[in-house]
Every structure is written in structure tokens, then in C-alpha cells.
């Protein structure tokens, strides 16, 4: 059954966008991600124009992660005044990030960078975790192995500190501001919450406890997806509300059959397989770049999108 | 439809000694939420005031329907630092949006190269790119082509046309999902030994009607609220996941 995208200006097949929408569904509900950083680029696979896809899938983004902020409020386990400080330095970024976007695509190279972009972050990420989850399986193996906790001293010596109780910590707010910029640029660029970049940086760089660290990056990044969304809406119309609603609607049905499966996996397989799947797209995106494509000419119609 | 025709025949004008009667399937498109293409049926016949001048060549009909003009920049990519980029841009100032011709034989049989010119009715002439700041902007145009032409944006369909007994004609056009709105022009062309002795126009408006219309115009006139609508709808579709997670649950 077609549907004519009132916005993107393509007509698709209902069952294959709720496919997607349930697929990405199901792995965000195993692995705890977004899954923007996957709906994004299978977006662009079925012919959705570039920009509509960014745009549209930070609406998407704003849907799953609300109701996964609800249940981490519930359990308490958000730190609200860290979630405001990055909340401050996403807003910054993702104003940024939209300059960059606008410019780039008035160019013709948006489709350039958006790619890029993915293929340097999907990769890096991808293989830290490959890395990082085989290491835990080896120590798990080797009895008496102890976990060290690595700090980083000169954090701590940055000026502006304030305390955040709920993560225990009394740092400079320096860190956390820059932290939630570069989330911030990648959301409006990659469309993507930017939780692959966040959480790592939230655990390694400021040395938040682990069990704060997913509620407070879901309520940085709901407000600065939902602000990606009013700003791609209204300076580029791209939003589409009919592809957002039909990626919604498979996205919170898989979440739940992902949920399920999740539950039944080990923690670090589920990792594995997590970092296997960031680096098959970062593949699929990069040899794209290298390999020299079918048609060398690319079309821009005043207007388009 | 024939007795229309007929009738239509019978009523024609006598300014030339042949012209054109024409009818449509339909008068308009509709893009509805459903929208999947479209076929058009065009047809008519030729009306005379005299005994068919045999003696001055075959009698041609061509078709060609255009969707709004746009101004297109054709980007061209090379391999730069390992990664193919693109490099070269050519702007062509005026290319229809969808193009497609039928005509009743081969082109050179029915259109000579200077009528060709002046009335624009092959793809090639329905271009218009000046200025061209890159030494072959001839292969950006062709690419331009080729790549509306893989998306039945552009199509050449000779002997598309049914000609019966040089009286009456018939022909169909596909129109592909992705058409953008706006005002298609109908054009037909009578020819005879290649050259054209008579023309009609006629409108087909494309447009979006009822929920595309709706939000296609929300998002364009109130982005804001088309921003906030969508934000709404989100956060209303989370709350009803975790609701209904939790019933689920109990």
C-alpha cells in the first residue's frame, strides 16, 4: 500500500517505513540507543531526500525517548541539574549545527558531510565498543582481575565548579557545556540524540556514576532533538509529519518485542552485537564514498529539498 | 467519446485547412495521500475544410506534456583525497520538472530540425542552459537527462501516438508518484511533411488535495505550529508507549 509523503514529496510503501521504524524499534529497545544514528541512513536507502530524513527523524527521536525518560523519572535516576547544563550547551550546538547544515546544503555537499560525519562517528564509536566489550569478556574469564577507575585530574581543575548531587560530583560546568555542544552539532547535522557520544563521554570524561548517566542524557536529548525539530521545521519545512507518525507508530511496537529480546541476552553479547551493527553501517556509508558510484551526476532543483 | 468527437469535428473551426479537436481523460491530477500515478488519455482528431492535401508529406501528430519549469544545479563528483566529492556544478537555468513527448512515428519523419528549434518539443530543446562556466556543460545536460529519464521523469515515446486513418488520434501518459505540483502544459502539434501546420494547448493543474494540501500548506504558512504539532503528536505517541507498556505489564 502507497502513501503519498505530503513533504518529502515521494510515495512509499506504508509497511516497508513501519518496518523500519519497527526494526530500529526493536533494536533501540534492546540496546537502550536512540537509534536515530540507524534510522537516518536506512531513511536515505529508501529514497527519502537527505534533508527530510535528518529533520524527520529527530521528531522520531523526541516519540522514543520520552517514553523511556518516564520510566528513568520514575526511578529517579536523572540528574536534572547536569541534564540542564548540557541541555544549555545542545541548544548552542544544534544552532550551530543547523548554520553548518544550511551552508553546506546551499553548496550542494550536505549530502557530503551528513555522510562523513557518520562514517568518522559510527566508526570510532563502533570499534571502542567492539574493543571494550571483548576486553570485559576476557577479564570476566580471569578470576581476581580488579577494576580500576580511571580518572581525569584535569577536569577537576577547571574553574566555574557547582555541585551535582545526584551524580555526586563537584566539577567545572566547562566540561558538561562542551559535552552537550558537540551532541548539540551532531543532532542537527546527523539527526541523531546523540547518546552514542554522550553516554561514553558522560562515564569516561566527567566520571558520572553509570546508573544516572541514560535518564540524564534522554532529558538532554529530548529537549534538543524537540528544538532540532522546531528549527528544521521552520527554516527548512523539512519535517514530515506522515513519515514521523509511521516511523513512530513501528518504533514504539518493536521497542517493546526489543525490550523482550534484550532482557534474555547478556549484557556484553548485547554489546557486541551493538558494535557490530554501528560498524555495518559505518561500512556500508564509507564504501559508498570510496567505491566511485554508478552515476557521477547529481541533480539539485531549486526548491528541492 | 466518439460522438463528441464527431460532434466536436463538426462544429471546428475553418481558419486552417487542418486543425486540431481535443479532448482528456480528465482535467486535472489530484495528489492524494494515495497517490500512486497517474495515466492521462489524450486524444482528438484532425478536422478538415478540404480534401487531405496528400501531395505536401505525412501527416504527424505530436504530444508533449511539461510540468513546471525549475532552475536545476547538476553537481558532478570526483575522486578527491580518496572520496568521491562532488566538484563541478552547472547551473540550468530553465528545465521542466517532468517532460514527456509521443509522437505518431520517428521524430526525424515528423518534426524537422528548425520547427524542432522554434517550438522546443524535443527533451534536448526543451533545456535551456547559458552561461555554463564548465567546458562540457553539454555532458551536464545530458546527465540532467538521463537521470530524470531513469526517473520517468523524462520520456521520449515515439510511435506512442495511434494515428487512424490521419483523422483521429490517441496517446497516454504515465505520470510517475514523485511529480511536483503546479500547472502542466498540454501541447499538441499537427504536422505534415515536418512541418507543423497547426498547434493546441491545454492546462492539467497538479495539486495536492484534502490531508497533503492540509499540512503541505501548515508546514509552509505556520511552521512554527506545524513544528509544534509534530513535537506534540511525538511526546502524546511516547506517553501512549509507556501507558501501555505498563498495562501491558499488570
Known amino acids: 500500500m502507497q502513501l503519498y509523503l505530503p513533504i518529502a514529496e ?8 513501519l518496518g523500519l521504524g519497527g526494526l530500529v ?20 536507502f529508501v529514497g527519502i531526500p537527505p534533508a527530510v530524513a535528518v529533520a524527520t527523524s529527530t521528531n522520531q527521536i523526541v516519540a522514543s525517548s520520552f517514553s523511556a525518560l518516564l520510566a528513568h523519572l520514575k526511578r529517579r535516576t536523572v540528574d536534572l541539574r ?14 550551530l549545527g543547523l548554520l553548518i547544515f544550511n551552508y553546506l546544503r546551499s553548496l550542494g555537499q550536505v549530502d557530503l558531510l551528513v555522510s562523513l560525519f557518520y562514517v568518522v562517528f559510527l566508526g570510532i564509536i563502533g570499534a571502542l565498543m567492539l574493543v571494550e566489550s571483548l576486553n570485559a569478556i576476557l577479564k570476566s574469564r580471569k578470576p581476581g582481575a580488579r577494576k580500576t577507575r580511571k580518572h581525569h585530574y584535569w577536569v577537576h ?23 552537550g555542544v558537540l551532541v548539540g552539532i551532531l543532532s542537527a547535522i546527523m539527526g541523531v540524540g546523540g547518546g552514542f557520544i554522550m553516554v561514553p563521554a558522560m562515564i569516561y570524561l566527567l566520571g558520572m556514576p553509570t546508573k544516572v548517566v541514560i535518564g540524564t542524557s534522554l532529558f538532554q536529548i529530548i529537549f534538543v532533538t524537540a528544538y532540532t525539530t522546531m528549527l528544521h521545521a521552520t527554516t527548512n519545512y523539512t519535517v514530515d509529519i506522515m513519515l514521523a507518525l509511521l516511523l513512530i507508530v513501528g518504533g514504539v511496537i518493536g521497542a517493546q518485542v526489543g525490550t523482550r529480546i534484550g532482557a534474555k541476552l547478556k549484557a556484553e ?19 559508498d564514498l570510496l567505491l566511485q558510484p554508478a552515476e557521477l551526476y547529481s541533480l539539485k532543483a531549486a526548491g528541492d529539498l | 467519446m466518439i460522438r463528441a468527437i464527431l460532434a466536436l469535428i463538426f462544429f471546428a473551426t475553418q481558419a486552417h485547412s487542418e486543425t486540431i479537436v481535443l479532448g ?32 505536401k508529406g505525412k501527416l504527424g501528430v505530436i504530444i508533449a506534456v511539461s510540468g513546471p519549469d525549475q532552475t536545476v544545479s547538476v553537481f558532478r563528483k570526483q575522486r578527491r583525497m580518496g572520496i568521491w566529492v ?29 520547427e524542432d528549434l522554434r517550438n522546443r518539443v524535443t527533451i534536448p530543446r526543451a533545456i535551456r542552459s547559458v552561461g555554463a562556466t564548465v567546458d562540457d556543460s553539454d555532458t551536464f545536460s545530458q546527465a540532467l537527462i538521463r537521470i530524470r529519464a531513469k526517473d520517468a521523469l523524462f520520456q521520449m515515446n515515439a510511435g506512442a501516438v495511434d494515428l487512424e486513418q490521419d483523422t483521429l488520434f490517441r496517446t497516454s501518459f504515465s505520470l510517475p508518484a514523485n511529480l511536483i505540483e503546479g500547472d502542466y502544459l498540454a501541447r499538441i502539434f499537427l504536422t505534415r511533411g515536418g512541418k507543423v501546420i497547426d498547434t493546441h494547448s491545454t492546462v492539467i493543474p497538479v495539486q495536492k488535495v484534502g490531508l497533503e494540501r492540509w499540512l503541505y500548506n501548515l508546514a509552509h504558512v505556520q511552521p512554527f505550529f506545524y513544528g509544534l504539532l509534530s513535537l506534540v503528536i511525538a511526546i502524546a505517541a511516547g506517553w501512549a508507549a509507556s501507558a501501555g507498556a505498563a498495562a501491558l505489564k499488570r
Open chain 1, 269 to 287: 553479547s548485547l554489546r557486541i552485537l551493538l558494535a557490530l551493527l554501528v560498524l555495518l553501517v559505518c561500512g556500508k556509508l564509507g564504501l
Open chain 1, 10 to 17: 515521494v510515495s512509499v510503501n506504508i509497511f516497508l517505513i
Open chain 1, 82 to 95: 547536569m541534564g540542564t547544563v548540557l541541555l544549555i550547551g545542545g541548544l548552542v550546538g544544534s544552532t
Open chain 2, 86 to 114: 562532488n566538484t563541478d556544478e552547472v547551473i540550468v537555468d530553465r528545465a521542466p520538472s517532468f517532460y514527456a513527448v509521443a509522437t505518431s512515428g520517428p521524430i526525424e519523419d515528423v518534426l524537422s530540425d528548425t
Open chain 1, 157 to 179: 581543575n577547571l574553574p566555574l565548579k557547582v555541585k551535582f548531587r545526584v551524580s555526586g560530583l563537584y566539577i567545572s560546568v566547562i566540561p558538561p557545556l562542551l559535552v
Open chain 2, 24 to 55: 482528456l481523460s480528465q482535467d486535472s491530477v489530484s495528489i492524494t495521500a494515495t497517490f500512486d500515478g497517474s495515466d492521462i488519455l489524450i486524444f482528438g482528431a484532425v478536422s478538415r475544410t478540404a480534401p487531405e492535401p496528400l501531395d
Open chain 1, 25 to 44: 524499534g526493536v533494536l533501540s529497545g534492546m540496546f537502550g540507543v536512540g537509534g536515530g544514528f540507524l534510522i537516518t541512513p536506512l531513511l536515505f
